[in-house]
């Protein structure tokens, strides 16, 4: 590897009903679904819409795809008639980024709805310039009494349930964009490049499922443009456009982004791919998915090419974005009584505890990309996650979570949480040392939502190694239920800001709410 609830204001609708009707009349011709148009007629197009990423209370990424060499320029304003717009000047976007482009804010009013229009422009005529793309996102809160609401979930496009126009496609995104969160967390699996979308698929009950199609959606990925061409492939959806348009997200990966239980090193027997080397894979992964996502860390002109970072969102929450894919150890039984690679490497690890330690943030997320306690099995012998099914002492990849949350009590750091997706379907756990086999350590909550647009799966088991009790789960009765057949998942946390009580919700598609709990702030465990 190369790289080591709010109810909106009158203001607030007036500005979604402006901004999204010019996503809402965006449509991707046909065309749009094969490589950027190359004639010098016309004028650029942003037709994938428009994204932003890691918001703080003073910054933000702005990213956009042309259809053509083009500059990018971002206004600004606190109104959405754009008065006294402050003009950013992007990159110049060409091939050598597949033409997606991103611009960092600086110096924002934090705790401000800021309306954004982003507009392409010929290189070579700056007067010549396609139609704006609006969009707008709230800043991070400066006063802890303003609160924060966030959602999350994960696994889009998995199992070769894709796009279905007959269902109206990712539905579940305009659910989410109508709660009218801060934010919004993905926690991995963003795209299957090692799953193929077909036209149809027959159900179980004989019930015909569809899918828009593309090229690069035919086979695995390999090559970079595979990997960019899965990456535009969910930009077809029109409510992930609009959802994008008007919630920053906070992006994390995991192993789909590059192939199902990767590791760094490791050398591939699928017959599928011509590339056998992993490494190869994930560096053109990377690079695609740098190229597609507003990641601070990965921007050229502060980013250190690693995906784990802290977002922090005003006085009340800090999120510490985990990379449980690029530095880990090789798959295996998972018994090795010494480990300090382990799932995070020994060098993330130092990070996240230097970092819990400086936060003074009420509450602090671990957004996790892989589950802590649910065995998660890779073959017939090898565990792909944290746990390996041994309920005893802590063992491979446990040894070095141990040690986490052993400094966590030590230095007595409150208001931790695990958030994290992956297993395709939606539960909590809380963890306790008078159930665990390994008992230095508080006690903590970890909750489980997704998928967003993939298959349902069964619950898997847990290990007590570190004393998980499942309070909740819903799950399906098989494996890979499409999402005809299954609602999908994902969750919500909201903080109050005059009591700090942080809130969270696990949902289901549709607008049920199947489990809540309420956490209170200032404890080291709950």
């Not at 598609?509 to 809540?516: D, E, I, K, N, T």
């Amino acid at each position: 590897m190369p790289y080591r609830p709010r109810i909106p204001s009158p203001d607030r609708r007036t500005v979604l009903r402006g901004s999204l009707a010019a996503s809402a009349a965006l449509t991707l011709p046909l065309a749009a679904t094969a490589a950027p148009a190359f004639a010098l007629s016309g004028r650029p197009r942003a037709a994938w819409g428009v994204q932003v990423g890691d918001v703080t209370a003073s910054s933000a990424l702005v990213w956009v795809r042309s259809d053509r060499p083009a500059r990018m320029i971002v206004e600004t304003s606190a109104t959405e008639s754009f008065r006294r717009a402050h003009t950013w000047h992007g990159p110049l976007v060409g091939s050598g980024t597949d033409f997606t482009g991103t611009t960092p804010l600086y110096g924002l009013p934090a705790g401000e709805q800021v309306h954004y229009r982003v507009t392409l422009a010929d290189p070579d005529d700056p007067r010549r310039t396609g139609e704006p793309v609006y969009g707008t996102f709230r800043t991070a809160p400066a006063r802890r009494r303003d609160g924060v609401r966030f959602l999350w979930s994960g696994d889009i496009a998995g199992q070769g349930w894709g796009i279905n126009p007959d269902i109206g496609g990712y539905r579940v995104y305009d659910e989410m964009r109508r709660l009218d969160p801060d934010f919004f967390l993905c926690s991995g699996d963003n795209i299957y490049a090692d799953g193929v979308i077909e036209p149809s698929v027959t159900l179980p009950d004989g019930r015909v499922w569809r899918n828009v199609t593309t090229e690069e959606k035919a086979k695995v990925a390999e090559t970079l443009a595979e990997y960019r061409g899965n990456f535009r492939y969910n930009l077809l959806d029109d409510n992930l456009r609009k959802f994008n348009a008007q919630v920053p997200s906070i992006i994390q990966w995991d192993d789909h982004e590059v192939r199902n239980n990767w590791y760094p090193g490791q050398i591939l027997d699928d017959v599928r791919y011509t590339e056998k080397n992993v490494d190869v894979l994930a560096a053109r992964s990377i690079r695609a998915f740098r190229e597609y996502f507003p990641v601070s860390t990965l921007h050229e002109s502060s980013g250190d090419g690693r995906v784990h970072r802290v977002v922090r969102h005003g006085p009340l929450l800090d999120v510490f974005v985990l990379d449980m894919r690029s530095f880990r150890n090789a798959n295996s039984p998972g018994r090795q009584p010494d480990d300090t690679t382990g799932i995070l490497g020994a060098e993330q690890l130092d990070w996240l505890k230097r970092e819990l330690s400086r936060s003074r943030a009420v509450w602090k997320v671990i957004a996790a990309d892989m589950p802590l306690g649910l065995v998660v099995t890779d073959g017939a012998t090898d565990f792909e996650a944290v746990a390996q099914g041994d309920p005893g002492a802590p063992l491979g990849r446990e040894l070095q979570i141990a040690e986490l949350l052993r400094f966590i009590k030590h230095r007595r750091i409150t208001g931790t949480l695990w958030l994290t997706a992956d297993v395709h379907y939606t539960s909590a756990q809380h963890y306790a040392p008078e159930r665990a086999a390994f008992k230095d350590f508080a006690p903590f909550w970890e909750f489980v939502s997704g998928p967003l647009a993939a298959g349902g799966f069964q619950a898997n088991a847990l290990d007590s190694t570190f004393g998980p009790d499942r309070v909740f789960v819903r799950a399906p009765d098989r494996a890979n239920v499409s999402p005809m057949e299954s609602p999908q998942f994902f969750g919500e946390v909201d903080i109050d800001g005059d009591s700090g009580e942080l809130t969270v919700r696990l949902r289901a598609q549709g607008g049920s709410v199947l489990f809540s709990k309420v956490l209170q702030p200032g404890r080291v465990g709950q």
